[in-house]
């Protein structure tokens, strides 16, 4: 019977569910005498098992009803154990245990009832107990054999309490090993969340972000589009008698750099495009597509740029209003997350003037739009598309259902797309000449620098790649995907499974949208993190919040990180800052764009790389250290450019040693 012995279970053959409980089943049954199978013989042998003791048979031998018993006997007896034996082989762990429990409870008083012929009346009490029946002593016991009897319950006892300390420490230690690990991505729109799980992605989770690579095709269209769009727009005789800020929201922030100072004088008249108009006819198509791919992009139902409940007063300390950015933080009324989406955000239509009569038409759809807020079939210009998260927009990007090829083994990518005549290729194609053309040209290039445009800093920029980007066999590179933007809104969770030590742990990273009226959904996210990954886009200096064309953006993110840091919810998680988008910092002070006319308190210090950066630094760090509810917590610093992929997987495994290191800490002390 060696499943009875209790110094030779480990800690696991006790808690491995079912098998282990019918091992045990096995050796009780073995251990009875010929088909004696009885309740307190079962009872006895697993009870003596569960506390650590050898199983006596002799213990058995205590009046035990046998099938050559009377019909009551066998019932209460004999069918019982047989039902308790089979149920110890059938049902799974959790059901055995309550099979057990009502068998114990119901039984005994049948097997007290045939048994109070022939027992004592103390006996047949502690018959109806099943672990004082295990541990009766024998009758006639001499005081030697007591006192072993003791001894042996003892050593029983510490045998056992033995073993629940083991299992304890077991499942602290798994703990500790297997710790899930939850990190929130924060920071303003544009910050370069998304981007940052990107890069997760591609470091730990590369089969995957390959085979997404296709569906990103869509997305990367679309940005260019967009782009070619801007441009347009931007050289519309139409667009200089606009304010561009006359409505925030259908701006996107690092379109339109202009100083607080307001549009330069050169913008309103500058340099002309003669070739203008013979741009707008030849990229006309493009109006077409650009709704086509916002379609395929989009939930049907959804032109909502979000879903989020109305926010409550949830706020009690951090995300305080700011001066000029109302902060209010919050999460949905009754603590329930948000559905998550993704928007896409759109963007207005260029205006042609005289409408060309070859396209015509597509240029009617789009020219005046400024206006009129929808397109002739139907997409609502100037706002943002959204798409659920639960839209599987990435999947199966076959334009129209008639790509016939299948995906491809390895990377679920679908094949042969440029056979298919309905694919967006063939439009930008047909396109690419005149796009090339229109960035090239030093016209336009001069009247987008009189209105202080640098699309170069504008989200998914991929002007200098149109001759790549429109080859029929286009192929989404790495670097393609990580540069893709597509707007976040609501909450997305993502989950890895990562390194750590000589184990591994389950990570499950949020994205947020960081628009303002997203950061409501925030709140809700804060229990239990281990860890922030806060962005802040230091090169963003010299621009304004989409939202709010009011608020420098450099300022909104010095708030809301005052606000982060300054939590109480949040005192004991560690934070990593990331001072992202440096590559952009570099390039805008290069070009001579000074910080001191954004942020006037940095007054005469050099106006290089190396004396900026340093500043936002010590800048950041000061208001961690004053605004910290936790003095002891460290700050994680970083100066990062999350596109550029070999820096930031270094960071990111930098970032995964400390937070593992933090969160063990953690747990130690708990
Ligand atoms: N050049 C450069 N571009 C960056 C960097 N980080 C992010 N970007 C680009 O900035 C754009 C916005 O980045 P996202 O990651 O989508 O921003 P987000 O914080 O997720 O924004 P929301 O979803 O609106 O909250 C993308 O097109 C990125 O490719 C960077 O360090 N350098
Ligand atoms: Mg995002």
């Known amino acids: 019977m060696k499943s009875c012995q209790s110094s030779s279970l480990s800690a696991p053959q006790r808690l491995s569910g079912a098998g ?45 009803p046998s099938v050559n018993g009377t019909f009551l006997d066998f019932f209460s007896g004999g069918l019982s154990s047989y039902l308790f034996y089979i149920a110890c082989w059938l049902l799974p762990q959790r059901t055995q245990y309550s099979f057990f429990f009502l068998y114990s409870l119901l ?35 001499s005081p030697i054999e007591r006192e072993l009897r003791l001894k042996r319950e003892t050593e029983a006892r510490k045998t056992s309490e033995n073993i629940d300390e083991m299992i304890r420490q077991e499942r602290i230690q798994k703990k500790r090993t297997k710790a899930d690990v939850k990190v929130l991505l924060l920071g303003q729109s544009e910050s370069g969340k998304s981007t940052t799980l990107k890069q997760f992605q591609l470091v730990y989770a590369q089969a995957a972000f390959r085979a997404e690579r296709m569906a990103w095709r869509t997305v990367i269209y679309l940005n260019l589009v967009r782009s070619i769009m801007r441009i347009l727009e931007a050289l519309s005789p139409e667009a200089d008698n606009v304010d561009d800020h006359d409505d925030g929201d259908e701006l996107e922030t690092a379109l339109v750099i202009i100083s607080s100072s307001g549009r330069p004088p050169s913008a309103l008249s500058g340099t002309r495009v003669p070739n203008y108009e013979s741009y707008c006819a030849r990229l006309a198509p493009l109006v077409d597509l650009e709704d086509r791919l916002t379609r395929l992009l989009s939930s049907p139902e959804e032109d909502e740029p979000t879903r989020l409940p109305p926010s409550p007063h949830y706020d009690t300390n951090g995300f305080s209003n700011g001066n000029r950015g109302a902060y209010r933080a919050l999460g949905p009324a009754n603590g329930a997350r948000p559905a998550p989406t993704i928007s896409i955000p759109q963007q207005r239509s ?42 599987p927009w990435k999947k199966g990007f076959t334009f129209g259902g008639k790509s016939k090829s299948p995906k491809t083994p390895n990377s679920g990518e679908i094949e042969g797309w440029w056979e298919n005549p309905d694919d967006p290729v063939h439009t930008l194609h047909a396109c690419s000449s005149a796009m090339q053309e229109l960035w090239r040209d030093p016209k336009v290039r001069q ?44 909450v997305v969770e993502h989950t890895f499974t990562i390194p750590s030590g000589n184990d591994q742990a389950e990570w499950r990273i949020y994205d947020v949208g960081g628009a303002r009226n997203q950061r409501q959904a925030w709140a809700p996210y804060f229990q239990d993190v281990t860890a922030i990954i806060f962005l802040a886009p230091i090169s963003a200096f010299d621009q304004v919040l989409t939202e709010d064309p009011r608020v420098n953006r450099l300022e909104d993110s010095l708030l809301l990180w005052r606000s982060v840091v300054s939590n109480k919810l949040l005192a004991n998680v560690s934070l990593v800052l990331f001072l992202n988008k440096i590559d952009l910092l570099q390039a805008k002070l290069e070009a001579g764009v000074r910080l001191s006319h954004h942020m006037i308190n940095y007054g005469s210090r050099p106006n290089d790389y190396e ?60």
């Open 350 to 391: 260029f205006s042609a003037s005289p409408i060309s009569p070859v396209n015509g038409q597509a240029l009617a759809a789009a020219s005046g739009s400024r206006s009129s807020p929808s397109t002739s079939n139907g997409i609502s210009r100037g706002k943002e598309v959204s798409v659920h998260a639960s839209v």
């Open 447 to 490: 009247r987008l620098k009189e209105k202080r445009i640098r699309l170069e800093e504008s989200s998914g920029f991929y002007l200098d790649d149109i001759s790549r980007i429109t080859a029929k066999k286009y192929f989404p590179t790495d670097v393609d995907v990580l540069k893709a933007r597509l707007k976040t809104t609501g």
């Open 20 to 64: 282990a409980v019918r091992e045990n089943s096995k050796g009780i049954a073995n251990a009875l005498d010929g088909g004696r199978f009885s309740t307190a013989n079962v009872q006895a042998a697993e009870l003596s098992l569960c506390r650590g003791q050898q199983w006596d048979k002799e213990q058995s031998d205590l009046a035990i």
């Open 611 to 670: 004396t900026v950066s340093n500043y936002f630094r010590t800048k950041f760090g000061a208001l961690h250290q004053t605004h910290t509810p936790n003095k002891e917590r460290e700050c994680y610093i970083h100066l990062t450019a999350v596109t550029d992929t070999r820096r930031t997987a270094m960071i990111i495994s930098t970032v995964r040693d400390i937070i593992i290191k933090v969160n063990l800490r953690n747990m130690k002390l708990v």
């Open 107 to 141: 039984f005994p008083t049948a097997y007290t009832m045939t048994k109070s012929k022939r027992e004592p009346s103390s006996r047949r009490r502690s018959m109806s107990d099943p672990l004082a029946a295990a541990l009766l002593p024998p009758p006639n016991e």
